[in-house]
């Protein structure tokens, strides 16, 4: 037991809109860690929101604007802080290496456990939530998406790129038009997780190496604050380097 507060489903999510017609939803009292960020993309005809939290509160019911239009719910990868909500969307895009992992999840392939309990949080979730009992709900996916497939949201055109290392299916999507990267977990700036159940050093210096010479401009990465394009070259030369490449 803890001594934690109760937070509101009112309060639970915090957004702020970053240029580009991108808004970004966090969870406050989630540690930073542990909290992804969810990104909101509008676009002329659909919307795009890359990961969902970790589901303990209703996103659609407590952020009108993931409601008002037509919208993909993209993964980045299937572990617990990233697609929490995504049964809450009737369309449903995962690389074709997790859509098992997101139609069936469970607490040791999401990685909720080991990770999931009252100490990543700085106020607990509303009643009646308890981080013992904490599951991703199943979400299987309405669309599988491989390597050079693309998310097309009538005026905006965001390339899938297939980023294993962190995960098997994980992705990153990249707008060649305006620069942007949402890089989900294969890279952002803070402490990189390479040795979950299902990670491989391997595939994630081979991601690596192709991210490198991308020309992005800006990164949305699935933690921590996003960063430039020159800031996202030195993190992944460091990163290399430190992996002997």
């Known amino acids: 037991m803890t001594d934690l507060p109760r937070a509101t489903a009112a309060t639970w ?68 802080d990233h697609i929490g909500c995504h049964h809450e969307f009737e369309q449903r895009t995962v690389h074709r290496a997790e859509a098992g992992l997101l139609a069936a999840p469970t607490r040791v392939n999401t990685l909720a456990d080991p990770y999931v309990t009252d100490e990543i949080f700085t106020a607990l979730p509303p009643q009646p939530y308890l981080s ?68 491989d050093v391997g595939d994630y210096i081979a991601s690596m190496e192709r991210l490198l010479d991308m020309p992005v401009r800006l990164v949305h990465g699935g933690h921590f604050p996003s960063f430039s394009g020159e800031r996202y070259r030195a993190l992944i030369r460091e990163w290399l380097a430190a992996h002997d490449r």
């Open 13 to 80: 999510y915090e957004t702020r809109t970053v240029g580009d017609d991108v808004t970004f939803i966090s969870e406050p009292f989630i540690l930073e860690f542990y909290r992804c960020n969810i990104w909101h993309v509008r676009g002329r005809d659909r919307d795009m929101l890359v990961d969902s939290g970790m589901g303990v509160v209703s996103l659609r019911q407590q952020v009108p604007l993931v409601t008002e239009r037509p919208l993909e719910a993209v993964a980045s990868h299937t572990h617990f």
């Open 132 to 199: 013992t009992e904490y599951a991703v709900r199943k979400a299987p996916a309405t669309r599988i998406v491989d390597d050079g497939d693309a998310i097309d949201l009538g005026d905006r055109h965001f390339s899938v790129i297939h980023t294993p290392g962190h995960s098997p299916g994980g992705i990153a999507l990249f707008e060649a038009a305006t620069g942007i990267l949402f890089s989900g977990d294969i890279l952002y700036d803070g402490p990189l997780i390479e040795d979950t159940y299902h990670s």
